[in-house]
């Protein structure tokens, strides 16, 4: 299987800062990889699909790179609603699998 | 607009077994696979597996192998995960997922998820 590290597995930051996840392939899966958004008590939402591209409804802040092995994803400027945990997903070969999450808090 | 609506909260023994629905709405259920994914508690997201509505086909994640049965009822739109020989460690939110399949498999609606909790 596709193994996901994602780094930080923590993060603390604060209102208005840039925030940069990275999340990396075991092998290269192209860009099926796509990034979600979950809050406590919630299903994870999509943000990112296609390593870049952005998901329906997402705000322009969020945005995606990578192909290959090596993937971010930026958070413009955070705001108060970011503080989240967010994950990446690769859909390039079953089993589909996970990055084991990056929790992000108020600093 | 589309909704993935799941069966309510679950209490189960040791050695028994779950059946979770997934009814979908706002699109034909034929024209999207859909996926399961489980989340234990405090943890991260793991894949169960697929299945493809139109035909029924299955793929399962090594881990649920033997354990796990996906089906759909087109008729009522409504997709079913069934596992068996529950353990423990099967506690946690369950939720089904749609995706297109391949290039664009990525999970664009999510339910609002199932929780299991297996205690004896």
């Known amino acids: 299987a596709i193994q996901l590290t994602q780094s930080p597995s923590s993060l603390s930051a604060s209102v208005g800062d840039r925030v940069t996840i990275t999340c990396r392939a075991s092998q290269g899966i192209s860009r099926a990889l796509a990034w979600y958004q979950q809050k406590p008590g919630k299903p994870p939402k999509l943000l990112i699909f296609h390593a870049s591209s952005l998901g329906g409804g997402v705000p322009s802040g969020f945005s995606g790179s990578g192909s290959g092995t090596d993937f971010t994803l930026t958070i413009s400027s955070l705001q108060p609603e970011h503080f989240a945990t967010y994950y990446c997903?690769?859909?390039?070969?079953?089993?589909?699998?996970f990055g084991q999450g990056t929790k992000l808090e108020v600093k | 607009q589309v909704q993935l609506v799941q069966s309510g909260a679950e209490v189960k023994k040791p050695e028994t077994s779950v059946k979770v629905s997934c009814k979908a709405s706002?699109?034909?259920?034929?024209?999207?696979?859909i996926h399961w994914v489980r989340q234990a508690p405090g943890q991260g997201l793991e894949w169960m597996g697929i299945?493809?509505?139109?035909?029924?086909?299955?793929s399962y994640a090594q881990n649920f192998q033997g354990r796990v049965t996906m089906t759909r009822d087109t008729s009522t739109s409504t997709v079913y995960m069934e596992l068996s020989s529950l353990r423990s460690d099967d506690t946690g939110m369950y939720y089904c997922?749609?995706?297109?399949?391949?290039?664009?498999?990525?999970?664009?609606?999510w339910g609002q998820g199932t929780l299991v909790s297996v205690s004896s």
């Open positions: 299945i493809n509505p139109s035909g029924g086909a299955t």
């Open positions: 706002g699109y034909t259920l034929s024209d999207y696979y």
């Open positions: 997903q690769q859909f390039h070969d079953y089993p589909y699998t």
């Open positions: 997922v749609r995706g297109l399949g391949g290039w664009r498999d990525y999970f664009d609606y």
